[in-house]
Structure formats: C-alpha cells, structure tokens
C-alpha cells in the first residue's frame, strides 16, 4: 500500500503567542514520534519502551491491553487456572491468523517459548519467563529445551504449567517476551525473519516498510481476528530522540502523537495546548547506575552512598523538571499493589546533614578536593537527560567528584551499560507489570538488565523466599525487606518516579491516560 497523500480540512486550530499553529491530520495515517530507532521488530531482540510502542502494533498476545491499559483476553479467548495457581489452560481463537493468513496455533506459542529461552537468542527480557516450569534452567543451560513447562494439547488448546503459584502471571503474558513468533516463517528466514518483505505479525497491523533512522510504516492486518474494528488505515512511527524536534513537529502538524515531550516547555504547552499535553501518574522510576564491578570506584558502597546522599532529588523533580515527578527515595514506585516501599534511611535527613556525612564517607574512601574522584557518567540523548546530568555532576562536585559526561543515542547507551562500559549511567524502568518484583528483579545477581552487576547475597536470599510465598501481603512484606538491603547498600540511586508526558492531537479519540503508558493503535480513530 503506498503512503496515503490524500488531506483531510485541518481538524484543529491553536492561537499561539505571536502566531497560528494548526495540526492537519491525515484521514487515515496516524503519525507517532517514538523516542528511539527499534534495535529490531524482533520481540525476543529488544527491551525499550519505544519499541514496545512498535511491537506491541504488530503482535498480540495471549493477554493484551485494553484502551485504558486492562487485561484483556487476546489470542486467548478463554482460560482455565488450577486451583493451586500452576497450570494455566488458555483456548485459542478459531480466527486467529498471522498477517500471511496461517492459523497461529498453540505450537507457535511453544515455539516462541522456547526460542527466547534458548541462550543463543540473547533476549534481555527472557527472565520474564522464568514462573515458567523449567524456564530459568533451560536459559542457563542446565535442561533441555523440550523440558519447558508448555505444552500444545492440539493446535488451539494450550497448556502453561509453573513453577509455583504466580499471581501476576497473566499481566505477564500481555508483555512482549510472551508474543507468539510465526514458527514457519522464523525457521524459513532466521534472523532475518522480522524485516520488511520477510515479516509475518499477528496483531492488528503488519509492517510495510522500515526506513532505518527515518520511518516505520505499519497498515492494518487484514487476517486480525479483530480487523472490523480497527479506524486507521496506515500508522507511521518516527523516531525522534530529541523532545524539542519532536515537539517542534507536533506544533508544524507533522505529528499527531509524541511520546515524550521537553520538560522545560511544560509550563508553555500547559497554558497553551492544554487539550494537547498528556500527563499521568506512571508506574516507572528513573534512576542512575553504580557499576559494581570490580575495578571501579562504585564497586566500594561507601562511595555509591556518598553519592547518594549529595543528589538533591527535590531540586531535580521541581526545578529541573518540573511535570508532576516525585523525589524518589525508593527503587519501587508508590501505587503497586500489595506493597509498601521501603526507603533509603537518609530521607528525613537535612541537605546539610546528608552532604557532611557524604564527605565523611569520601574521605574514609580517600577521595576529596586533593585526590578526585574521577567518574566517567553515561547517559541517552536527551535535552532532560542532559540536564539531570549536568545538575548531579554539580552536585558532587563539593565532594571533589570530576565528572566527564558521555552521551549516545539510545541503542548504543544500553548496549553499552550491558558490557559494563561506565562507571555511574542513566536509566529508567517502566513497569511491565503492576507488582514490585518487576523493578527488584533488576537487582538479582545474573539478571540481564541488572546494569550495575549488583549483587548482594542476602537480597537474592530474600527473592527467592518471595517468590515461594503465596500469600500477597506477606509476600510484599518480604520483598519490602528484600528492597532494604538494596537501599542500605546503594545498590542504585532513585531520582525521581516518572509521570507520562505525551502530545495527542485532540482530533484523535481513543487515546485513555494508564499507568503504564501504554497506548495500542488499534484502539485510535480520528473525529468524522
């Protein structure tokens, strides 16, 4: 199908200080600024939240997300849960379809399973799946593939069993490491399977093109058990790491939704595009790394919580930020369910207390204006990245910390963190799922996105003995203490619980704030 040029009147008109901004919109394209260029389309190759917005267009699975962010039944039209909360028994719909035409079946999901399992796939995320039977060992290579605790009872009866009761296993499913991959096209293709030509999707849309570093355009999956519903006719997403150029393309109409948009105009669009400017309470934190390895200076705690203590979380949320964010003095956000946060235990300290006592542990480190400590600080391109850098190293300074900022493009910064290139670095976790062990696991010993190489034994001892806790309330209690012992030692240094922060074309209906950000287009349509 080849790019829609047919215009439709301007739909919005908004008066700005000297000028007259309006937004045209395509009758049926909608364009979308994602914050990054997608590693792959790939659901076992990537981990970012911007290629989720992607992804998450092209697949569905056995669970996915409403309008308002609910689970939903998706390729699974029903299920059944064994009484002890370990087997789950899921029925596939009969009109489930791959964007070829080709039933999607039971076997695609085992397939899928195992594919991300296997350690030669090197999916990040593949510690999602270890509830799954089996699962942890046959990605350390300790069982065999076939062991995995799936199994298709016939091509549309599928049958998951765990390894122990795991209440938040269904909001799992919804994620992207629990797509169905199309078995006869990977097996024809291999890695090359998800680029445009070869690519067989079964969500809502497929792709039709992916321009590298310019565009990915996706249309409407004629074979989707739902295709009747879906508005758009095309869906064009443009990765854009800068906010302001993404803003400034909103303002031209070039856009009709960014993901993200520069905090320092916050105030402006609020006064200004009021009906356009999106913000929410979101279920993510955005925090630094300490690399733990040794051969670093944050690998010694004293330093980690010396940094800690200079960072001025209240000065960054409301000056330098400015959208709604809470300081963050734990590493799980508020508002998880069957959870109280632990906290660091200097959160009630004065300024001047916390900064004597960070110099006190730098000097017993041997650090001070004499000797420096010199740090190599990493972060994502970004004018709200960059700003957060540029204040901490500030901050530091006092305790004779030098600072040299590195930045890089989105790809190469995680990529980066994974070969433990850095000493201190910026990341961010959205949830993918509403409960604490989504942000804890990343300080496990051996966890992939556990950046820092943290590891701390008692911590990992008070994990486990969670996730062999059936009840909800004594298990966040455990977790809560297991989320202690990280904060006591520094494992990381919170900053600030995000808030979403999106532009939408009022033209646009569909588009339902959640607390996990997460916006599908199948359920998106513009006003007649």
Do not use: C
């Not at 565009?215 to 989707?224: D, K, L, Q, S």
């Not at 804890?440 to 950046?451: F, R, W």
């Amino acid at each position: 199908m080849f790019l829609h040029l047919r215009l439709r009147p301007t739909l919005l008109a908004i008066t700005l200080a000297a000028t007259l901004t309006t937004l045209p919109t395509h009758a049926d394209t909608l364009r979308i600024a994602i914050m990054g260029e997608p590693a792959s389309l790939d659901p076992h190759k990537i981990s970012g939240k911007w290629e989720n917005d992607v992804v998450g267009d092209l697949f569905e699975g056995l669970v996915t997300e409403a309008a308002d962010g609910e689970r939903i039944p998706g390729v699974a039209e029903s299920w059944e849960i064994s009484e002890d909360g370990t087997v789950y028994t899921f029925h596939l719909r009969e009109d489930a379809r791959w964007s070829d035409g080709e039933p999607v079946t039971a076997e695609d999901f085992v397939f899928a399973f195992r594919r991300i399992l296997d350690p030669a796939t090197a999916a990040d995320y593949a510690y999602l799946l270890y509830p799954v039977r089996n699962a942890e060992a046959i990605y350390t290579g300790a069982a065999e593939p076939h062991t995995l605790g799936i199994e298709a009872l016939d091509a549309r009866t599928l049958q998951i069993t765990l390894e122990r009761s795991t209440p938040y296993f269904l909001d799992q499913l919804s994620h992207y490491t629990a797509y169905p991959v199309p078995k006869h096209v990977v097996e024809e293709h291999g890695d090359r399977w998800s680029r445009a030509g070869n690519m067989v999707s079964n969500g809502p849309f497929k792709l039709q093109r992916w321009q590298s570093q310019t565009r990915i355009e996706v249309i409407p999956n004629e074979h989707f058990h739902a295709a009747d519903d879906i508005a758009l006719d095309e869906v064009v997403y443009f990765p854009i790491e800068e906010r302001n150029t993404a803003l400034n393309r909103f303002r031209a109409g070039e856009i009709d939704v960014a993901r993200e948009f520069p905090t320092e105009q916050y105030a402006w669009l609020r006064d200004n595009l009021p009906d356009a400017t999106h913000t929410a309470p979101f279920l993510g934190i955005y925090y630094y790394v300490f690399n733990s390895r040794d051969g670093h200076p944050t690998a010694d705690p004293s330093v980690r919580e010396a940094l800690s203590l200079a960072v001025r979380r209240e000065v960054i949320s409301e000056q330098i930020l400015g959208t709604g964010e809470e300081p963050a003095y734990s590493f799980v956000p508020p508002g998880v369910g069957h959870y109280d946060p632990a906290q660091l235990a200097f959160a009630d300290m004065s300024q001047e207390e916390r900064m004597a006592r960070a110099q006190e542990l730098m000097a017993e480190a041997g650090y001070g204006p004499d000797n420096p400590l010199e740090l190599r600080l990493r972060y994502n391109t970004s004018e709200d990245h960059r700003k957060v850098a540029i204040a901490i190293a500030a901050m530091w300074k006092p305790l004779g910390v030098e600072v040299d900022l590195f930045n890089s493009e989105v790809a190469v910064h995680y990529a980066d963190l994974r070969q433990g290139d850095f000493d201190v670095a910026r990341a961010g976790w959205i949830g993918d799922y509403n409960d604490a062990q989504n942000f804890l696991s990343l300080l496990e010993s051996g966890v992939a996105n556990n950046y820092g190489a943290y590891s701390n034994e008692e911590f990992d001892a008070l994990m486990r003995e969670a996730a062999e806790t059936q009840d909800l309330d004594r298990r966040g209690e455990i977790m809560a203490d297991a989320e202690q012992v990280a904060l006591d030692d520094s494992a990381t240094l919170p900053i600030n619980y995000y808030v979403s922060r999106n532009l939408v074309n009022p033209a646009l209906q569909g588009w339902e704030n959640n607390i996990e950000d997460i916006h599908r287009s199948r359920w998106i349509s513009f006003e007649d």
